[in-house]
């Protein structure tokens, strides 16, 4: 084993005991787009045991720019990010476990998903994931790092439940729809998503093999300015997730059944209850309503009537709906087509 690694093995500050934690470790990546394909590439060259990758969305060639691994074969392929960078990743070291799921993680699945993990890698583009990956860390004690990355500037914060501060005692509310500048609509830079990413490989390893190590405080950089700097950010006593106690995220008190995806005329809507479709009939169904196409991972259909409209089903029922950015619209189309 330690061949493989022997560049990383003679760090003192790893060794022959950290390779075997390292070896040992699980860890969670929830996203496979910019951040999470860097880390997770990071991780598997690092010789992680286990890693589960969680990540809703398909390929588009717009990602291309930022997301590395992926091809324009896996965009024309139709693959979700989830099984393409698996797919990558496995090429790169078929001793590491590699397992991933095309799903979306919300209030209802977040604890069983996460469970049994050593850490987590937050790898997503919206405030309410995170704060379930808050919620469900610190209900289960498992150290995470935050990592977000927008035009020129990029991001990244260790969490330690019981130790450091958590992600509400930096943002103790959740924005309002709307309030948050994304890369959708400003854009980012993929040398960026490279560095958060790689800090926050960095940041797991550290938590791994020596949590003493891991740094206290919040990293903002500008990569077209060139300034780095560290931010103190003292756990907050009247914190209302790791002060108060409270869970409401993974409560649901804020799950949503749709949402529009900002800035791509998208809705995603989300059963109240996983469906878990039958793809074989659901085409013949749809089929007499326009066209559909039918992988193992996914039901691409497009209705006659609205040239406009894509649907991609997912196999719990999730559906995206592109070609209108009006929630209630989209329910109502899914609720045409899907019953």
Same mark, same amino acid.
């Given at each position: 084993?330690? %061949?493989?690694? @022997?560049?990383?093995?003679?760090?003192?500050?790893?060794?022959?005991?950290?390779?075997?934690?390292?070896?040992?470790?699980?860890?969670?990546?929830?996203? /496979?787009?910019?951040?999470?394909?860097?880390?997770?590439?990071?991780?598997?060259?690092?010789?992680?045991?286990?890693?589960?990758?969680?990540?809703?969305?398909?390929?588009? !060639?717009?990602?291309?720019?930022?997301?590395?691994?992926?091809? %324009?074969?896996?965009?024309?392929?139709?693959?979700?990010?989830? *099984?393409?960078? /698996?797919?990558?990743?496995?090429?790169?070291? &078929?001793?590491?476990?590699?397992? @991933?799921?095309?799903?979306?993680?919300?209030?209802?699945?977040?604890?069983?998903? !996460?469970?049994?993990?050593?850490?987590?890698?937050?790898?997503?583009?919206?405030?309410?994931?995170?704060?379930?990956?808050?919620?469900?860390?610190?209900?289960?004690?498992?150290?995470?790092?935050?990592?977000?990355?927008?035009?020129?500037?990029?991001?990244?914060?260790?969490?330690?439940?019981?130790?450091?501060?958590?992600?509400?005692?930096?943002?103790?509310?959740?924005?309002?729809?709307?309030?948050?500048?994304?890369?959708?609509?400003?854009?980012? !830079?993929?040398?960026?998503? =490279?560095?958060?990413?790689?800090?926050?490989?960095?940041?797991?390893?550290?938590?791994?093999?020596?949590? %003493?190590?891991?740094?206290?405080?919040?990293?903002?950089?500008?990569?077209?300015?060139?300034?780095?700097?560290?931010?103190?950010?003292?756990?907050?006593?009247?914190?209302?997730?790791?002060?108060?106690?409270?869970?409401?995220?993974?409560?649901?008190?804020?799950?949503?059944? =749709? @949402?529009?995806?900002?800035? &791509?005329?998208?809705?995603?809507?989300?059963?109240?209850? *996983?469906?878990?479709?039958?793809?074989?009939?659901?085409?013949? &169904?749809?089929?007499?309503?326009?066209?559909?196409?039918?992988? &193992? +991972?996914?039901?691409? +259909?497009?209705?006659?009537?609205?040239?406009?409209? %894509?649907?991609?089903?997912?196999?719990?029922?999730? /559906?995206?709906?592109?070609?209108?950015?009006?929630?209630?619209? /989209?329910?109502?189309?899914?609720?045409?087509?899907?019953?």
């Amino acid at each position: 084993m330690f %061949e493989r690694y @022997a560049r990383q093995v003679v760090l003192p500050e790893i060794g022959e005991s950290g390779q075997r934690k390292l070896s040992l470790a699980t860890v969670a990546i929830v996203g /496979a787009g910019a951040l999470g394909s860097v880390a997770a590439e990071i991780l598997i060259r690092a010789g992680i045991g286990q890693l589960s990758i969680f990540d809703r969305d398909l390929l588009e !060639l717009s990602n291309l720019q930022r997301q590395f691994l992926y091809t %324009e074969g896996d965009v024309q392929a139709g693959l979700p990010k989830a *099984q393409a960078l /698996a797919n990558h990743l496995k090429q790169i070291n &078929r001793i590491v476990t590699v397992s @991933a799921q095309v799903v979306d993680i919300n209030h209802r699945n977040a604890t069983a998903l !996460l469970r049994g993990h050593d850490l987590i890698i937050d790898a997503t583009d919206n405030f309410l994931v995170r704060m379930l990956i808050n919620d469900v860390a610190l209900e289960q004690g498992i150290p995470w790092v935050y990592g977000g990355a927008l035009g020129m500037t990029g991001m990244v914060l260790p969490i330690m439940p019981d130790k450091s501060a958590c992600f509400r005692c930096m943002v103790p509310e959740m924005p309002a729809a709307g309030s948050m500048d994304t890369c959708d609509l400003v854009g980012v !830079l993929g040398s960026v998503t =490279a560095i958060v990413a790689a800090n926050q490989a960095a940041e797991a390893i550290k938590l791994i093999v020596n949590p %003493e190590a891991v740094r206290q405080d919040l990293l903002e950089f500008n990569i077209w300015t060139g300034k780095f700097r560290t931010l103190p950010l003292p756990k907050d006593p009247d914190c209302p997730a790791c002060g108060a106690g409270s869970r409401e995220f993974l409560e649901g008190r804020y799950s949503r059944e =749709a @949402a529009s995806l900002c800035g &791509r005329n998208a809705v995603q809507v989300q059963p109240s209850e *996983q469906a878990f479709p039958d793809f074989d009939q659901l085409v013949k &169904r749809l089929e007499t309503a326009g066209s559909a196409k039918v992988n &193992r +991972f996914t039901l691409k +259909f497009y209705p006659t009537e609205l040239p406009d409209v %894509e649907f991609t089903i997912f196999t719990d029922g999730r /559906a995206l709906i592109k070609g209108t950015d009006d929630v209630n619209h /989209a329910l109502s189309l899914y609720a045409r087509y899907m019953g």
